[in-house]
């Protein structure tokens, strides 16, 4: 056993992590050029330990002591009572469609400005998606499109199987409006908050209140297991369900009997040994997330036509992604311009989600609202959010300033 030597691996991965975060750190020369990312991983400092103990106890399958210990620290995180650890968010969304009870010709209800993830598992099922805007305070689900259309469904006699809310780029949508609404009508809101671990709404965890929420651990989120996501609820049997679905459905009896067919979603021990190290740092890098984006605001401000992502009075934000809006008539210069401009300076940056509406895997569905998806798509770029220098990010605030013609 005492074959692995934990002090060479440690410094193995602390090189490696001088690669993946571009921290300039120690021996490391800061190079001018080298790329900034979108939202790098950032290594907490304690994976080694917890994956030694991992290794060492010899519990490596998707079961056991460490993602049951995973499992306790997401329950805590986000403030719900139980927690399915699995293999990535997208599983815990389908997970979550199941235990909902998603069923070809169903109606799921998300808003169009998401990552495609949001639906395609409730898609893959045959349920039928409507796509609603999002409120310009928060770029999140608008509770009044969705009463609305709510209203007007119930009255045709067809109400969705599920409210799908997203909790985008680090902020929670407007939770206890979007409850008040659905409830009315008796219809289940699961937030997908995989964007969002960290983020408060009134106070609370993001998410909180609604019948599921699903967290991504994926390695662009702000706290990753290298691959990975969480299914969390305050009903036991809806996480019971979600287990017995991602283990197989393998009732109990000596041969494997099923009574359904489930998944092999379960999440290796290997990776939740990272995800426990990384979530006992979660506070720190939400704090250091806001930070980046106080950073943009005071170093962007005063140039016409650009904006930030602006952060509702009930909401306390993550700061996932640093996202800017540019209006070109007054910048002078077009978001794709400038993306491009950062791009020739090594810097990553990104469109803001194209509207699920507008993708071609959804031809003909259309969006409820009005219209706002379209412009934040057409305006919004997505800065580099990860750990940085304030050198660093004065790389991305002089090209963005040099783009400016307003
Ligand atoms: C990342 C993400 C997901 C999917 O998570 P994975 O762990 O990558 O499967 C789902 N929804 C949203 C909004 C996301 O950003």
Redesign the pocket.
Known sequence: MAAFDSRSIGDALARRAGILLFSGRGQDTPQPRQRLHLSPPHLAGGELATLSQTLSSGWIAPAGPMPAAFERAVAETTGFAHAAAVA??????HLAYRVLGVERGDEVWTQSL??V??IAPAVQMGARPRFLDVAAESWTLDPNVLETQLRAAARRGRLPRAVVP?D?YGQSCDLDAILAVCGRWGVPVLC?S??ALGALYRGRPVGKGAALA?F???G??IITAG???ALVSDDPALIARARHLANQAKEVAPHYQHETTGYSYGLSSVLAAVGLAQITTLQARVAARREVFARYAAGLSGLPGLSLMPEPEWGHATRWLSVIQLDPRRFGTTPETVRRALESANIESRPVWKPLHMQPAFRGIRCHGDGLSNQLFERGLCLPSGAMSAEEQERVIAVLRSCCRG
């Not at 990535?88 to 969304?93: D, E, N, P, R, Y």
């Open positions: 990535s968010g997208t599983a815990a969304l998401t990552f993830a949001t997203v985008l997908d995989a964007e699903a991504s651990f994926n662009n989120k691959g990975g996501g």
